[in-house]
């Protein structure tokens, strides 16, 4: 995929969207781990031996159909091919498909960042705190 066709569906999903070349930027990184449909992709950011993911997005036509949860698992298999044992990710607490996600794939909440994150409407939430421990020979 794209840096243009991931601003495209990143902006369709979040108030503030990422720019075509924020996300070529964040591409050309070495420690950038990308995986991508056409109509979905995951974002990790990898220091071994741990990583970070960044985002993932599905496109909103194909949500509830198992691509989310696709992607985050070629994302963390690839991660472990590098050698990552540890993956962490904040998300917002009213996001409950990403809550969902992450907790049916084997995440945990770790802790809370209250009033993280605020909204277009002035509104603030709270950031929860995941972490997964990925087993060996995954
Ligand atoms: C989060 C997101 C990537 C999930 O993608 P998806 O393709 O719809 O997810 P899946 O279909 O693989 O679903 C994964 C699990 O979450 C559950 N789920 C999905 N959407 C849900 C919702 N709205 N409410 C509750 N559970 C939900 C599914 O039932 C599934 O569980 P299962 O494995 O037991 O069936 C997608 O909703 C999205 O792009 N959201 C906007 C961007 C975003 O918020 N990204 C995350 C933060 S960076």
């Given at each position: 995929?794209?840096?243009?066709?991931?601003?495209?569906?990143?902006?369709?999903?979040?108030?503030?969207?990422?720019?075509?070349?924020?996300?070529a930027?964040?591409?050309?990184?070495?420690?950038?781990?990308?995986?991508?449909t056409?109509?979905?992709?995951?974002i990790?950011?990898?220091?071994?031996?741990?990583?970070?993911?960044?985002?993932?997005?599905?496109?909103?036509?194909?949500?509830?159909?198992?691509?989310?949860?696709?992607?985050?698992?070629?994302?963390?298999?690839?991660?472990?091919?590098?050698?990552v044992?540890?993956?962490?990710?904040?998300?917002d607490?009213?996001?409950?498909?990403?809550?969902?996600?992450?907790?049916?794939?084997?995440?945990?909440r770790?802790?809370?960042?209250?009033?993280?994150?605020?909204?277009?409407?002035?509104?603030?939430?709270?950031?929860?705190?995941?972490?997964?421990?990925?087993?060996?020979?995954?």
């Amino acid at each position: 995929m794209t840096p243009a066709e991931m601003a495209r569906l990143h902006g369709a999903s979040f108030t503030r969207g990422w720019s075509e070349d924020e996300f070529a930027d964040l591409l050309a990184r070495p420690s950038t781990l990308a995986t991508s449909t056409a109509t979905g992709f995951a974002i990790l950011q990898v220091i071994v031996p741990e990583a970070e993911v960044v985002t993932i997005v599905v496109d909103p036509a194909r949500r509830g159909q198992g691509e989310g949860r696709k992607l985050l698992n070629e994302a963390l298999k690839a991660a472990a091919g590098r050698g990552v044992t540890d993956v962490f990710l904040e998300v917002d607490e009213t996001n409950a498909a990403a809550l969902a996600l992450y907790e049916k794939n084997g995440f945990t909440r770790t802790g809370l960042r209250p009033g993280y994150y605020r909204h277009a409407d002035g509104r603030h939430s709270d950031a929860v705190l995941m972490s997964c421990a990925i087993p060996a020979g995954t």
